[in-house]
C-alpha cells in the first residue's frame, strides 16, 4: 500500500524545509523528500544552503575578517597582539561545526513539528505520485494531494575550466581548500566569487578575478558598484573586466602542479599561472530528473520551471518554489515562497511581494539594496529624487573605525514614496532590513525622515539619507537634489 500524504516537498534547502515546517503547522500531512549527503555519507537536511552555500561561506568570511583586523585593525585602537597566526584546520572546523548545528536544528524542528523526513532522490510521476530512490537504491512511491518542487540550483560547470575538485573548482571545493593558496585565480567576480575571492585574500592568497562583463556588479546600483570596485581594489583584489576566459589547463605533477589560464580581453590575449582557480560564473535549476516527461511539466529553455504568481507549475495541485523557477536565486525568497505555497494549501490568503526583495554581498564593506536603481529609473523615464549620506559623516561609524561607503535612497519626485535603497558600508545586510520594512508599508522618504533614530548607531545614516532626499540633511552639506 502507497503512502499518502496532504503535501509532499522535493528538496530541503531554505525553500523545501521551510515550505514544510510551515505545511506542518498548519495541519497538513506533509513530508520532505531529500537526497543530501555529507561528507562523510550521512544524510542531512538544509541543502546548498546551510551544507556549502549560504552558512559555511559566512562563517569563513567572518573568521577571514576577524584574521585580517587582528592584523591591520586593532593598531589605531592601541592594541598590540604581536605576531597573528593562522590555524586553518580549526576556523575550517569551526564553520563546520556552525553547519553541523544548523542541520541538526532543522531535523529537530521536523520532528518537532512531525514531518516525515525521506532520505532519498524524490521524482514527480504523473498524478502527483513521487517515485523515491533511496542512498542504497530502493525505489518505493507515495502519493500526494500537493507536490511542492523545491530541489534548487547547483554550480554552472564551464567547458573552458573543467573543475577537477582538486585544482580547479567550484564554489563548494572553494569552502574546503586544505591549505591558503599562494595565487588564486577566481572565474567571475559576482556575488559568489566576491565573496569566495574575499575570504582567500583576507587569509593570505594573491586573487586574481577573470570577469567576462565590462561593468562591474550590473545588477547593483551603478554608484554603489563604483564605490566597491574602488574600496575592493584597494584590498587588493585584482578584478579584471571584460576577460573572457579561453582556457584553464593543469599542469605539472603532484605537489608541483599548477593551473595554466589563457583569456581574452580588449588588450589581446593573456596568461597566467593560479595555485588553485575557482570558477564562479553563476548557477542553473536542479529540475532535471526531478520529474518524469509522461507529466508534461513546462519548463523554459534556462531549465526553470514555469510558475504563476502562486507558484503553481503547469500541473494543478503541483508547485515550484526556490531557485527552480523565476527570480533571484536567494535563499530567503525561496523561504519567503515555501510559506506562500503551504498558506496556499491550506485555503488561505499569500502573496509574496517580489518587488522586495533584498539583496546583500557579504564582502567588506558590505552591499546591500533593495528595490530600484538608478539606471532603472532613468531607463524608464521615472522622475525620482536621490538622497545620500556617507558613513564618513556617522559617528557611530567612525568609533568602529569602518567609515567607507554611504547610504543612497531614491523616492518618486511627485509622491515621496522611495523607489529604491542601495548601501554600502559597515552592517550593510542588517541595515537594509529596516529599508525593506518601510517600503512594505509604502513609507516616503519623509515618513523615514520624521522618525527618531538612536544616537550613535549605523541606522541614523539612513534616517541622514531620507532627510537628504530633500536637501535636509543635518550632518552634511548638500545641495538639494531634484531628477
Given at each position: 500500500m502507497i503512502?499518502?500524504?496532504?503535501?509532499?516537498i522535493l528538496g530541503a534547502g531554505p525553500a523545501g524545509y521551510v515550505a514544510a515546517i510551515r505545511c506542518a503547522q498548519l495541519g497538513l500531512n506533509t513530508a520532505c523528500v531529500d537526497n543530501w549527503l555529507d561528507a562523510n555519507s550521512k544524510p542531512v537536511l538544509g541543502g546548498t544552503c546551510l551544507n556549502v552555500g549560504c552558512i559555511p561561506s559566512k562563517s569563513l568570511l567572518e573568521s577571514s575578517e576577524l584574521f585580517a583586523h587582528c592584523q591591520h585593525g586593532l593598531d589605531e585602537h592601541g592594541i598590540s597582539l604581536g605576531k597573528v597566526s593562522l590555524d586553518l584546520t580549526t576556523m575550517m572546523s569551526r564553520k563546520e561545526k556552525v553547519v553541523s548545528d544548523l542541520t541538526k536544528g532543522i531535523e529537530a524542528l521536523f520532528k518537532a513539528n512531525k514531518v516525515n523526513w525521506i532520505q532519498g532522490r524524490g521524482r514527480l510521476l504523473v498524478n502527483k505520485n513521487v517515485e523515491v530512490t533511496s542512498h542504497d537504491g530502493k525505489v518505493s512511491n507515495v502519493a500526494a494531494n500537493n507536490v511542492i518542487i523545491a530541489t534548487g540550483s547547483s554550480p554552472i560547470n564551464i567547458s573552458a575550466a573543467p573543475c577537477d575538485g582538486d585544482m580547479i573548482v567550484n564554489s563548494t571545493g572553494a569552502l574546503a581548500f586544505t591549505g591558503v593558496p599562494k595565487r588564486l585565480g577566481v572565474i567571475g567576480a559576482g556575488v559568489i566569487g566576491l565573496e569566495l575571492g574575499s575570504v582567500w585574500k583576507r587569509l593570505g592568497a594573491d586573487v586574481v578575478m577573470i570577469e567576462a562583463q565590462e561593468e562591474f556588479l550590473a545588477i547593483a546600483d551603478a554608484q554603489i558598484a563604483r564605490e566597491a570596485?574602488?574600496?575592493l581594489g584597494k584590498q587588493g583584489?585584482?578584478?579584471?573586466l571584460g576577460a573572457r576566459l579561453m582556457s584553464a589547463e593543469i599542469q605539472g605533477k603532484e605537489k608541483s602542479r599548477k593551473v595554466a589560464v589563457k583569456y581574452k580581453d580588449a588588450k589581446g590575449e593573456h596568461s597566467e599561472t593560479f595555485d588553485k582557480l575557482i570558477v564562479a560564473v553563476g548557477r542553473q535549476p536542479n529540475s532535471?530528473?526531478?520529474f518524469e516527461s509522461a507529466t508534461q511539466l513546462v519548463m523554459d529553455e534556462r531549465g526553470f520551471i514555469h510558475v504563476n504568481s502562486r507558484c503553481e507549475t503547469s500541473i494543478p495541485g503541483v508547485y515550484a518554489i526556490g531557485d527552480v523557477v523565476?527570480?533571484?536565486m536567494l535563499a530567503h525568497k525561496g523561504s519567503e515562497e515555501g510559506v506562500m505555497v503551504a498558506e496556499l494549501i491550506a485555503g488561505h490568503a499569500a502573496k509574496v511581494n517580489y518587488d522586495l526583495v533584498p539583496s546583500v554581498i557579504y564582502t567588506q564593506p558590505e552591499i546591500a539594496w533593495?528595490?530600484?536603481t538608478e539606471q532603472h529609473l532613468k531607463t524608464a523615464g521615472e522622475n525620482y529624487r536621490t538622497g545620500s549620506f556617507p558613513f564618513v559623516a556617522s559617528g557611530r561609524a567612525r568609533a568602529l573605525g569602518d567609515t567607507t561607503g554611504l547610504v543612497k535612497i531614491l523616492a518618486h519626485e511627485k509622491t515621496d514614496r522611495i523607489l529604491g535603497v542601495h548601501i554600502i558600508?559597515?552592517?550593510?545586510?542588517?541595515l537594509i532590513a529596516q529599508a525593506v520594512l518601510a517600503m512594505e508599508m509604502g513609507a516616503s522618504s519623509e515618513d523615514v525622515a520624521l522618525t527618531m533614530f538612536a544616537h550613535p548607531t549605523l541606522a541614523e545614516s539612513f534616517h541622514e539619507a531620507a532627510l537628504a532626499v530633500h536637501g535636509r540633511a543635518i550632518h552634511i552639506a548638500q545641495k538639494r537634489s531634484s531628477k
Open positions: 503512502d499518502k500524504y496532504d503535501v509532499v570596485q574602488r574600496a583584489l585584482d578584478i579584471r532535471h530528473r526531478v523565476r527570480g533571484p533593495v528595490g530600484k558600508g559597515p552592517q550593510a545586510s542588517e
